[in-house]
């Protein structure tokens, strides 16, 4: 099928229903270092590989995990200012939801308003899709949710009637692609190094809930290292986040993994992945004297 004519617009869809545009912005997130998040049983982790594009860059700045509200951090892969702007939107949400529902906006709400935002820029020919692909992170405190799952007075049953999933508290995480479909999930990856990460997430086995938090974040710095391990002649930083409820080490606050963890972390990735790079020559040895 040529492509002609149909990828100049976001409206238009090709005569086999393709979105070009959303297409083209897919191949930018495909470029950006990869992120990922994990679930754990007491909290979530995020992770990014940010690639070092020059020497003269300050260590330390430049971050590409930021804080949307107190309990919700947000992690993006693509065009970097794509990802600033829509990290500003989800602090608007968050401060409207507080402002009028005067509470702490779910991690789960905060995912459909930002889906649907992403996607109203897939709609119009006078603006284009968003070249990032974000994974959203959080923990919903019950104490801190509507009394009854609701603001005010309603029935307890029919339309209007209190909706008790509202108050599910505990550990959130969703990914929002450039098209604003949205999922949730226990592990996410996306960025050029995706397909590896989601390899190495799948085999923890997070759906049996298991996993703690300091040990989602030795696997998060461990998955990054391998999922770089592709382009080893880029330098890069690792920038991790971590969310816990009231009673873990972040008292129910999105803030960075403190730096000796971080670097512990770090040193652990290195080791296992020097260990695979021998067990990989010795098993090469092997076959060659076979």
């Not at 971050?63 to 065009?79: Q, W, Y």
């Amino acid at each position: 099928m040529v492509r002609t004519g149909y990828d100049l617009s976001n409206s238009v869809f090709s005569p086999d229903g393709r979105n070009f545009q959303v297409e083209y912005a897919t191949k930018a997130v495909e470029n950006g270092g990869t992120a990922i998040g994990i679930r754990c049983k007491d909290g979530v982790v995020l992770a990014v590989e940010k690639i070092i594009t020059s020497k003269l860059l300050k260590p330390g700045t430049n971050k590409r995990i930021a804080t949307v509200d107190k309990h919700v951090g947000v992690v993006s892969s693509g065009l970097v200012p794509d990802g600033r702007h829509f990290v500003s939107r989800a602090r608007d949400e968050a401060s409207s939801w507080r402002r009028f529902i005067k509470s702490p906006i779910p991690t789960s709400i905060i995912a459909s308003r930002l889906g649907s935002y992403v996607q109203m820029y897939t709609l119009y020919s006078s603006v284009r899709p968003f070249g990032v692909t974000t994974i959203i992170g959080g923990w919903d405190s019950e104490e801190e949710l509507p009394v009854d799952g609701q603001v005010g007075s309603g029935p307890k049953m029919g339309a209007g009637g209190k909706d008790e999933s509202l108050r599910s508290g505990g550990p959130g995480l969703y990914m929002i692609e450039p098209s604003g479909l949205y999922w949730g999930y226990y592990g996410a990856a996306t960025g050029k190094g995706r397909q590896v990460a989601k390899g190495e997430l799948e085999k923890l086995n997070l759906q049996n809930g298991t996993l703690s938090l300091l040990e989602g974040v030795k696997e998060a710095a461990r998955i990054i290292y391998v999922a770089h391990d592709d382009s080893k002649d880029k330098d890069f930083e690792l920038e991790m986040t971590w969310i816990s409820g009231k009673d873990g080490p972040t008292k129910g606050r999105h803030e960075e993994v403190p730096a000796k963890l971080r670097e512990e972390a770090e040193k652990a990735a290195k080791k296992a992945l020097e260990g695979e790079d021998e067990e990989d020559d010795s098993s090469k040895g092997d076959k060659m004297e076979e």
